[in-house]
Every structure is written in structure tokens, then in C-alpha cells.
């Protein structure tokens, strides 16, 4: 099993900056050969695909609307996936949680691991 924590949420204005992470533990040899994404949801919507990064780093996949502003990198050494956000929007607002599946994807299906969520609030 893998267990996944994240962290690094929290209140910022409009135009500000987080980082968030993610802990991975338990059979973390699995996660190395895995890729790792970021998801969001917001009260009553659906989960939203976030960005996504490639088991070994090589490849990354953005939502529209994180793209150019938001960075996903991961460090397999650490068992570490982040996801630095910047030029924040109110619209971005979310709880915000770190999934594991075996390939690179932007549906939430494909992911077969998920923490529990931090949440992200952006006021205006």
C-alpha cells in the first residue's frame, strides 16, 4: 500500500503564491515507476484535473488553467510530489490532493492512490 500526505495549503490573496506538497510512504518503490498528479475539487463540483509528471520527471501535463502558472515536479529520491502555484485566482480555490497511478493521465480514474486533500482558499 501507499500511503499519501499533503500539505502546504492554505489562505493567500488574489496574485499570491503556495506550495503545496506531497509525502508518499508505505511501498514507495512502486511510486518511483508511477506517475503522480495533482487533483482539485471544489465544494459541489467535480474533481478537476491538476497537473501530472511522468515517473521519471521527463514528462508533465497541465490543465488550461494551470498552465503557466502552476509547476509540478516531483524528487523520487525523497518521495516527494509539489506543485508551486502562483498568480493565484479566487477561481482556484479547492481542496487540492496528490494521486499515484501507472500512467500519465488527467482522469482521475487512471489513479489508484489519493491522500487525503489541503486545502486552498484565494481570496479576492
Known amino acids: 500500500q501507499v500511503q499519501l500526505v499533503e500539505s502546504g495549503g492554505g489562505l493567500v490573496q488574489a496574485g499570491g503564491s503556495l506550495r503545496l506538497s506531497c509525502a508518499a510512504s508505505?511501498?514507495?518503490?512502486?511510486?518511483?515507476?508511477?506517475?503522480m498528479g495533482w487533483f482539485r475539487q471544489a465544494p459541489g463540483k467535480e474533481r478537476e484535473f491538476v497537473a501530472a509528471?511522468?515517473?521519471?520527471?521527463?514528462?508533465?501535463y497541465y490543465a488550461d488553467s494551470a498552465k503557466g502558472r502552476f509547476t509540478i515536479s516531483r524528487d523520487n529520491a525523497k518521495n516527494t510530489l509539489s506543485l508551486q502555484m502562483n498568480s493565484l485566482k479566487p477561481e482556484d480555490t479547492a481542496v487540492y490532493l496528490c494521486?499515484?497511478?501507472?500512467?500519465?493521465?488527467?482522469?482521475?480514474?487512471?489513479?489508484?492512490?489519493w491522500g487525503q486533500g489541503t486545502q486552498v482558499a484565494v481570496s479576492s
Open positions: 508505505g511501498l514507495t518503490v512502486i511510486i518511483r515507476g508511477y506517475a
Open positions: 509528471i511522468a515517473w521519471n520527471g521527463g514528462s508533465t
Open positions: 494521486a499515484v497511478g501507472p500512467r500519465l493521465g488527467d482522469r482521475a480514474i487512471q489513479y489508484n492512490f
